[in-house]
């Protein structure tokens, strides 16, 4: 039972990772001494920040997969989109300190063009490639979404269509024509704002920026899910055809968290950019969006709590596991998506309901527990399950 | 024709599946207030008679008008919903994951829309209807429950509930009584008898005990190979020996 996953301790436990996340750690970075074991380091600032923006990517994964049961393939199209919007404002911030000392980009240069094309040239102000961030993956979600919806498409021809869609914008960028790079795509950057993104006071201004988008989206989607509004999507992921015949078009209701999604996908792209230093067309390929796919398996879908716990863990796990074992990492991270799924389909943020159902069972308890609790009829509690009901289908978890 | 009104025509509907006639030159009325039984052996176009009403499919031709001249075909399934027929599915379809109260909650009468439901507030007025219907369909005590975890008959009852919720004049209800023990067969006729008049129904049914029931003095139309095999009284309809040779099989009608 998926409602059942989101425990009484959520409201603590996101608050302890705010502390650690906007305070302990910065706060490390900055003022314990270098040589201190408490110190983080500025390169470690820059990898948790990585950790955080996939973190914000993986909720928008969960926001189609989990609540309205719509498995996107392509999200990472989303996370690209952002990334380039932000990237050519980048771009242009280099100014003539690139290899060619000229005013065009690097890669303009090289491919000969005689001037900045003409859609390049707002990018120069941070507010118009702040708002593309927003309203270009908008756009693309909205055309895609429309004629996917209208047209019913449902499950896994859904799935296979989003996929084929972030397949072939891939190839799109890798064309050197298109104008973004190429295959090179766009990198070098050196200045975000005025500030240099080499210095560690701005990488750790963009760690900061993405801890609060995580947060942000987390209480975005947190309120989104309490509304009326997620009660419909959790009714069409369960039963698309009695909201469809109970009046609601389910197809705009898809149509708008689809394009919710986008969005938090591309402010997610738009601040991992700038901290990896480079976007090229391998980031929006179909392989990406898989493992954003597996993050939220892993975690736990149809929670909020679940995405940024597997977004984080599996990539903890991946940097040190290229390192330790480069060659097995996918064959790990394959065997991770398989044991999760056969033996913990609610994901890491499962563990410690199953835990304490199966300590429960073992130790032997009075036997006076209700064995459902069927009785409370508090008006308040409809919205919520009763406390009490939240061992009782942990030990049940088929929620598919 | 008596001198309450024409809530529903369904007239020369044709409709095939490649090849296969599922409806062939239908025509059904439905009076404002009435309930009408439709039976029929599997495969005499039930379903897709259904289908047909709430937008699901297309007839191939023929016409099919609610209330004042409301062309249904031209309509997707949500407009159709919105002008006021419901439909109850012959598998329980309820939110699984939802409690019985927000079961209700999504299907009572009001407006549709995206941003509507973002900005939705329940309305005292909307909780003591769902009292009422929680009453009704007598799951006051599982209101905070899942319906994922209500028994088969209780979930067929919350359907019926989710139906009323919206408020219909037209509720189509298909096998309602599948699953049912006895009792709660005679409860759900008894409940569906009771709405006849205010709303109008058809309901579609295999249990001929129920049939009886909630059929009275109204009439019961007998669908075979998707057409009309007789229309009447049920007592009129048993005793018609097409309907027996259709039911019991050729040679045996003599029986």
């Not at chain 1, 994964?61 to 609540?67: A, E, K, N």
């Not at chain 1, 999604?261 to 480079?278: F, K």
């Amino acid at each position: 039972m998926i409602r059942s996953a989101r425990s009484k301790w959520e409201p603590l436990a996101v608050g302890l990772a705010a502390f650690a996340l906007l305070g302990v750690i910065p706060g490390l970075n900055l003022f314990a001494p270098a040589a201190s074991f408490l110190h983080i380091s500025d390169f470690t600032i820059n990898l948790y920040g990585k950790y955080l923006s996939y973190a914000v990517l993986a909720i928008s994964v969960d926001l189609l997969w989990g609540y309205t049961g719509l498995l996107s393939l392509g999200q990472c199209l989303f996370f690209s989109l952002g990334g380039y919007a932000l990237g050519m404002y980048l771009m242009l911030m280099i100014g003539r300190l690139g290899q060619y000392h000229s005013d065009l980009p690097d890669f303009m240069v090289f491919l000969g063009y005689p001037r900045l094309p003409a859609h390049w040239v707002p990018f120069r102000h941070f507010w118009f490639a702040a708002a593309a961030v927003v309203w270009v993956p908008a756009l693309v979600a909205l055309v895609f979404g429309f004629l996917a919806f209208r047209s019913r498409i449902r499950g896994v021809y859904f799935s296979i269509l989003t996929q084929a869609l972030t397949y072939a914008a891939t190839l799109m960028f890798f064309r050197n024509d298109f104008t973004f790079g190429g295959n090179n795509g766009l990198t070098d950057f050196k200045f975000i704002l005025g500030h240099d993104l080499r210095l560690a006071s701005t990488q750790r201004g963009l760690y900061v920026a993405t801890a609060l988008l995580l947060f942000a989206t987390y209480g975005l989607c947190r309120w989104l899910t309490t509304t009326k509004l997620g009660m419909v999507q959790r009714a069409i992921r369960d039963r698309e055809n009695r909201v469809l015949f109970s009046g609601y078009a389910t197809a705009h209701f898809k149509l708008f968290i689809f394009m919710v999604s986008a969005v938090i996908a591309a402010l997610a792209g738009a601040l991992y950019v700038p901290q990896v230093g480079i976007i090229n067309p391998s980031e929006m390929a179909p392989d990406k969006s898989l493992e954003a796919v597996v993050w939220v398996a892993v975690g736990g879908r149809g929670t909020l709590v679940g995405p940024v716990v597997g977004a984080i863990f599996v990539n903890a796990l991946k940097s040190w596991a290229t390192r330790a074992y480069p060659d097995l990492w996918t064959i790990i991270l394959g065997t991770l998506f398989i044991l999760v799924v056969l033996f913990l389909p609610g994901g890491l943020v499962s563990l410690p309901a199953r835990l304490q159902a199966a300590w429960r069972r073992r130790s032997p308890t009075p036997p006076e527990t209700p064995a459902a609790p069927l009785a409370t009829a508090d008006p308040a509690s409809t919205s919520n399950p009763p406390p009490s009901a939240l061992s009782a289908p942990a030990g049940n978890p088929g929620s598919p | 024709m008596t001198a309450r009104s024409l809530l529903l025509s369904v007239e020369d509907v044709n409709k095939e599946f490649d090849g296969f006639k599922a409806i062939s030159k239908l025509n059904f009325y439905l009076d404002q207030g009435e309930l009408r039984v439709v039976i029929g052996p599997n495969g005499a176009g039930k379903s897709t008679f259904f289908d047909l009403l709430t937008g699901r499919t297309k007839p191939d031709t023929g016409t099919i008008e609610f209330g004042p001249r409301i062309d249904l075909t031209a309509l997707n399934e949500y407009e159709i919903n919105r002008l006021g027929i419901g439909r109850k599915f012959q598998t329980p379809s309820v939110y699984t994951d939802h409690t019985v109260f927000e079961n209700l909650l999504l299907s009572l009468h009001g407006p549709r829309g995206v941003f509507a439901a973002l900005f939705h507030r329940t309305t005292a007025a909307q909780r003591r209807r769902i009292d009422e219907l929680l009453e009704l369909i007598r799951l006051q005590d599982k209101r905070g429950l899942p319906a994922g975890q209500l028994a088969h008959g209780e979930k067929q009852w919350l359907e019926i509930g989710m139906l009323l919720a919206q408020d219909p004049q037209l509720l189509l209800v298909d096998e309602p009584a599948a699953g049912m023990t006895d009792e709660e067969t005679h409860r759900t006729g008894e409940l569906l008898i009771s709405l006849a008049g205010k709303h109008s129904l058809i309901v579609v049914e295999h249990d001929m005990t129920f049939v009886r029931q909630i059929a009275r003095q109204g009439k019961v139309t007998v669908l075979h190979q998707g057409s009309i095999l007789c229309e009447g009284r049920f007592e009129e309809v048993q005793a018609h020996p097409r309907v027996r040779e259709v039911y019991l099989g050729r040679g045996k009608s003599a029986a």
